[in-house]
């Protein structure tokens, strides 16, 4: 059962801001928002997480809605490098030794 | 600093022949040890994690099994290649339970023909 819904590709020019987003509408409480993301044939990468508070650092961005029924990750000046696919995921971060990915969002950064 | 290690990077094996892939951790102790496999065009698989020495949970019923001999070192085996063991197979490491520390290596992406 899928704790995240996110769409399946999206395309950004390079140097523009890439906006992620991220629906996660029965997520609890002590739950956070993770994002990773795997460059093709390479292993995942994390990115950031978040509770309640925008969160920020030296690769991206990311907003949670004020209900944290959503968020958006945002990589602030996309390059080409940046292309890759992005997994927004919800975890308890307490006592969860299974780290689930969904589908993710194909991010193309487009020259 | 910590890093994983895991190896072959590619591999293509018969069917009906085993296997043995390898991942090893430095510059942390008693870490979480996963292995995920990524079918083509499909999302990651959590096949194998394990908290200790010796202690390994099954996560889908396979072809497949995992065992760590060692604080550091996870390998994952089969008697028997199939087909369908076909895939990216990852291996990762955390400390404590939870999403936010997750490595993972560069993984193998084994070919059974």
């Known amino acids: 059962d899928a704790k995240t819904t996110q769409p399946p590709s999206m395309d950004c020019a390079e140097g523009r801001a890439a906006n992620l987003p991220c629906n996660h509408s029965?997520?609890?409480?002590?739950?956070?928002v993770y994002w990773y993301r795997q460059i093709h044939s390479q292993g995942p990468q994390y990115i950031i997480h978040?509770?309640?508070n925008n969160e920020t650092n030296e690769m991206a961005s990311l907003i949670i809605t004020e209900d944290r029924k959503s968020s958006t990750l945002i990589l602030p000046h996309a390059t080409l490098r940046d292309t890759a696919v992005y997994y927004c995921?919800?975890?308890?971060?307490?006592?969860?030794?299974?780290?689930?990915f969904g589908k993710g969002t194909k991010l193309s950064v487009i020259p | 600093s910590q890093t994983i290690h895991q190896w072959p990077a590619t591999l293509v094996q018969p069917v009906g022949s085993p296997l043995s892939l390898e991942c090893t951790v430095e510059?942390?102790?008693?870490?979480?040890l996963y292995w995920y496999r990524q079918a083509a065009g499909r999302g990651l698989q959590l096949l194998f994690y394990?908290?200790?020495?010796?202690?390994i949970s099954s996560e889908v019923p396979q072809n497949l099994s995992a065992s760590r001999p060692q604080d550091r070192q996870f390998i994952l085996s089969s008697k028997k290649l199939l087909l369908s063991d076909s895939g990216f197979y990852l291996c990762?490491?955390?400390?404590?339970?939870?999403?936010?520390?997750?490595?993972f290596g560069s993984g193998t992406r084994l070919t059974v023909v």
């Open positions: 029965t997520i609890s409480g002590n739950e956070y």
């Open positions: 990762a490491w955390s400390v404590g339970g939870g999403a936010g520390g997750y490595t």
């Open positions: 394990s908290v200790g020495i010796g202690q």
């Open positions: 995921i919800v975890d308890s971060g307490a006592g969860s030794y299974q780290l689930t």
């Open positions: 978040g509770l309640k």
């Open positions: 510059g942390t102790s008693n870490p979480n």
